[in-house]
Nanobody, 125 residues
Framework: QVQLVEFGGGLVQAGGSLILSCAASGRTFSGYRMGWFRQAPGKEREFVAAISRPGGDTIYGDAVKGRFTISRDNAKSAVYLHMNTLKPEDTAVYYC??????????????????WGQGTQVTVSS
């Protein structure tokens, strides 16, 4: 089992940047693929990005492609989400998630069995 804690949320103006971090503890971090999801008030949870165990493969949701970058540091048991050119519609609670799945990397929340508590990102216009 792995425990996840997110850091780095906050208030930022539209067009700005923010970096989210997720620290993992428990089982070997490199044994999990990692992902970021978000949920805005009144909306369903949305896939943001995911990264493979060694970090060589990444996928992104259409809404963030070209603006967000996911990365990981297995030595530090951490995954990051670099968010650039933020828009008000990026406002949401962002969740870090870990997956023990060995299927192809895909934007499916059911693949992720471990979740952090979430961190709020608010983008003002």
């Amino acid at each position: 089992q792995v425990q996840l804690v997110e850091f780095g949320g906050g208030l930022v103006q539209a067009g700005g940047s923010l970096i989210l971090s997720c620290a993992a503890s428990g089982r070997t971090f490199s044994g999990y693929r990692m992902g970021w999801f978000r949920q805005a008030p009144g909306k369903e949870r949305e896939f943001v990005a995911a990264i493979s165990r060694p970090g060589g493969d990444t996928i992104y949701g259409d809404a963030v492609k070209g603006r967000f970058t996911i990365s990981r540091d297995n030595a530090k048991s951490a995954v990051y989400l670099h968010m650039n050119t933020l828009k008000p519609e990026d406002t949401a609670v962002y969740y870090c998630a870990a997956s023990a799945s060995w299927t192809v990397l895909r934007p499916v929340s059911d693949d992720f069995g471990y979740w952090g508590q979430g961190t709020q990102v608010t983008v003002s216009s």
